[in-house]
């Protein structure tokens, strides 16, 4: 089906994910359109169905070369024509060789999609997060391939532990 293609998705340990399902607690009263049933994460990159063998192999590559690293969430922002709510992280550069390895960076803007809807939900939404967030810190731990539509989990793999151990 040509309308499918695979997303790599930047994964969260337990302690950041249950960060975030805090934070989406307080936003429990709105209605929010994104996909159903994926785990908080970054997007990385999306690519055609086709690709499937090629990107599993940079996954699994990345996985053996890259650390569980840490990232600092500390703002929180809005795009889409004011149609998503997300919190985003600083881009250190862990973050950024992680993306890099899945496609160039410009225009990327890393952010874990919190809400989204109309514009005057997101605006309501908004308020409640601006009142209820505060900076944080979490681990990239894994990466996850999606299929789209409808989502359906391919693989995951774990990041090598880092031998600093964070």
Known sequence: MTDK?????????????????????????FKSNETR???HHITLCCVPVEKKEDIQR??????AEISIF??????????????VLFIAP???SALLNLKERFGES??????????MNESEVICQASAI???TFHAFEGKVDCLYLYEFFPARLICSVKLKKSENAL
């Not at 994964?11 to 934070?23: A, E, P």
């Not at 410009?106 to 809400?115: E, I, K, Q, V």
Request: charged share 20%; proline share 3%.
């Open 70 to 83: 840490p990232v600092t969430f500390n703002h929180i922002g809005i795009f889409g024509g004011a149609k």
């Open 5 to 29: 293609m695979l997303c790599v998705l930047a994964g969260y340990d337990d302690q950041t994910s249950q960060q975030f399902d805090v934070f989406k607690r307080y936003l429990k009263d």
């Open 90 to 92: 600083d881009v250190n």
């Open 58 to 63: 940079a996954m699994k590559k990345a996985a």
């Open 129 to 131: 997060l601006l009142e």
């Open 37 to 39: 049933g994926l785990p």
């Open 106 to 115: 410009w225009n990327w803007t890393a952010h874990t999609t919190m809400l």
